[in-house]
């Protein structure tokens, strides 16, 4: 008589875990055997352990492991591991990191063995996003603490190095160099140009000043994670000016939506082509499906300038429509 595996997966939380941008997860997976009877003489076969990812109705092989035999898709090579599978044969779990926004998935965990399968399925939300952020009057303007408090003000914090990467990785350009939390300056760049290149001899990637003294003034990344509420936009027949936007907001129960409240919105995918007033008095739109009257072939939240040369916000006594952002009566938990 021999023992034969009958198998039993099973990720003990299936979801939907929520995890930062830029941040690495553990998915949880267990691979539990019972032991069956039978008269066959077949040897035991080692598992094969597959992880996937199921994102817009396409699955996608990430590693397989059988044995001591790794296989990585190349795109999440350095990405993904198998956590204890070496030493603990029943814990499949995976190590995601470098968390990007593409990564908001549904997630399999497959274990064969000989003629068996089993597997389980999990969905993860990488929550977060990464946004360059100018003074009022126009670029260069923040020294490194005037900087970390613009980001404060509209509800958000100085990006790190690891957000910024992993934003750059999912596609995010920005020609503007800008203060990040270690006292860095850097910026993205997807398509190098005139202006551009920085330091990486025509090559696509994150430019990187190096450490700056404190007092250099720059731009900002800011980084926004969760906003605890709504922002919704208002196409007001009469446009309004800055203050008559205040009150608006009020009279609906609201207050002006912060810039980085509009941000993690628009991640969201809140799509308006309707420039509106915030309450750093800028004008804003978030646009998810790119059309050329809309700001032009690329997603974002595209901004209004009052010069030319992308500098200055639009007149308080301009006119204009309206995001507002109404708060949840109570804190939800993150994740």
């Known amino acids: 008589m021999n023992e034969v595996q009958e198998l039993h997966v099973s990720i003990p939380d299936s979801g939907p875990?929520?995890?930062?941008?830029?941040?690495?997860?553990?998915i949880p997976c267990v691979v539990s055997l019972s032991s069956i009877t039978t008269s066959?003489?077949?040897?035991?076969?080692?598992?094969?352990?597959?992880?996937?990812v199921i994102s817009g109705g396409v699955e996608t092989q990430i590693l397989v492991v059988q044995g001591l035999r790794v296989k990585v898709n190349e795109a999440y090579r350095d990405r993904a591991a198998l956590l204890n599978y070496t030493s603990l044969p029943d814990d499949a779990s995976l190590l995601l990191g470098d968390l990007r926004p593409s990564d908001s998935a549904h997630y399999r965990c497959e274990v064969q063995q000989g003629l068996e399968d089993?597997?389980?399925?999990?969905?993860l939300k990488v929550k977060g996003v990464v946004f360059h952020y100018r003074d009022a009057l126009g670029r260069y303007a923040f020294?490194?603490?005037?900087?970390?408090?613009?980001?404060?003000?509209?509800?958000?914090?100085?990006?790190?190095?690891?957000q910024l990467l992993a934003?750059?990785?999912d596609g995010y350009e920005q020609c503007d160099?800008?203060?990040?939390?270690?006292?860095s300056v850097r910026y993205p760049i997807q398509v190098p140009r005139e202006g551009c290149y920085g330091d990486m001899d025509g090559q696509p990637g994150v430019r990187n000043y190096g450490t700056m003294d404190p007092d250099s003034l720059f731009d900002v990344y800011c980084y926004v994670e969760q906003i605890n509420g709504e922002v919704f936009h208002d196409s007001i027949p009469q446009h309004l000016t800055f203050n008559e936007a205040q009150s608006y907001c009020r009279a609906a129960g609201a207050e002006l939506a912060t810039t980085a409240q509009l941000y993690l919105a628009?991640?969201?995918?809140?799509?308006?082509?309707?420039?509106?007033?915030?309450s750093d008095g800028s004008v804003r739109y978030p646009i998810v499906t790119p059309r050329e009257r809309c700001g032009g072939p690329q997603p974002g939240v595209k901004t209004l300038y009052r010069f030319s040369n992308q500098t200055g916000f639009p007149e308080p006594?301009?006119?204009?429509?309206?995001?507002?952002f109404k708060g949840l009566c109570s804190e939800l938990p993150f994740g």
Do not use: N
């Open 17 to 26: 875990i929520f995890a930062p941008l830029g941040s690495s997860i553990s």
């Open 40 to 52: 066959t003489s077949a040897a035991p076969v080692v598992p094969r352990i597959k992880w996937s």
């Open 118 to 123: 089993a597997s389980d399925l999990m969905e």
């Open 143 to 162: 020294s490194f603490h005037q900087a970390q408090r613009a980001c404060e003000a509209i509800g958000a914090r100085i990006a790190t190095a690891d």
């Open 167 to 169: 934003a750059y990785y």
């Open 177 to 183: 160099a800008g203060w990040l939390a270690d006292q």
């Open 266 to 278: 628009w991640s969201e995918e809140l799509d308006h082509c309707s420039p509106g007033w915030l």
């Open 317 to 324: 006594s301009s006119l204009h429509d309206v995001y507002c």
